[in-house]
């Protein structure tokens, strides 16, 4: 036929499509609606994802990057707004993990920093190392490395072990962030070894170095990545145990970021 006759019979084919998808999604019985529906923690904990070894990690105190480069103020909420956020994201444990940061941390900026750290980032990324670690290798990070920069005070914060992975401690933009530690050169060469060794074997174990075990909820054996590497068992572990078994949603642990006053 002529070609707007079959652009016509393409588009009736693609809305038909279309409609069989949503009408599957509606009914709430399709493959489609079932993995919209299911959190990503219960898909991987039943082995419906890949089962590749994962290496999975977070710096010591994510959130002092938003604070640092956005002064979002999270260091400045009122400890009563913050009790009410805890809450919501730690119910009937809310009081004791403000009372456990509070002990741990005279600063109530740091209490406000690590809270919101553990409940957006740290405490997920537990979560799913121990929902796959039955069945698939789990390796596990902590990037305690600090900056040392008199621009801001950016400590250990979101994604600032980037540049030692991809070995560019050196560039002028990056030293604003990380400061001129005499440290930096080494832990970039020791880190990318790391990565470099996962990426070809699966482990990120260095020959004749530490060694770097799996993940298991027991020992919960860490690697501590910082001005000198160390095996750690159970890092923040205090912080992680206030918390007992529940799991901040994802509105909640936003609200501890957006709402600061």
Known sequence: ?????????????????????????????????????????????????????????????????????????????????????????????????????????PDWGDVAVQIASDAFLRLPSIRLAEAITGFQPVYMYLFSYSSTSRYKRFGSMHAIEIPFVFGTVDLPEVIAYLGRSPHRAELASRTMDHWVAFARHGNPALPGGIPWPRYESQGRQTMELGPESRLVSDPLGEQRRAWGEQIPSKDSAWRLLQKNQ
């Not at 599957?24 to 039943?46: F, I, P």
């Open 1 to 105: 036929g002529r070609p707007e006759e079959r652009r016509d019979a393409e588009d009736e084919d693609e809305a038909g499509g279309r409609r069989e998808e949503e009408e599957d999604g509606a009914g709430g019985e399709g493959e489609g609606a079932h993995a919209r529906d299911t959190s990503v923690l219960t898909a991987v904990s039943e082995e419906r994802g890949n089962s590749v070894p994962i290496l999975v990690g977070t710096t010591a105190e994510e959130m002092r990057y938003f604070t640092s480069v956005y002064d979002i103020g999270l260091e400045r909420k009122p400890r009563a707004l913050m009790q009410e956020q805890l809450e919501a994201a730690a119910g009937p444990r809310a009081a004791e993990v403000l009372s456990t940061y509070e002990r741990l941390y």
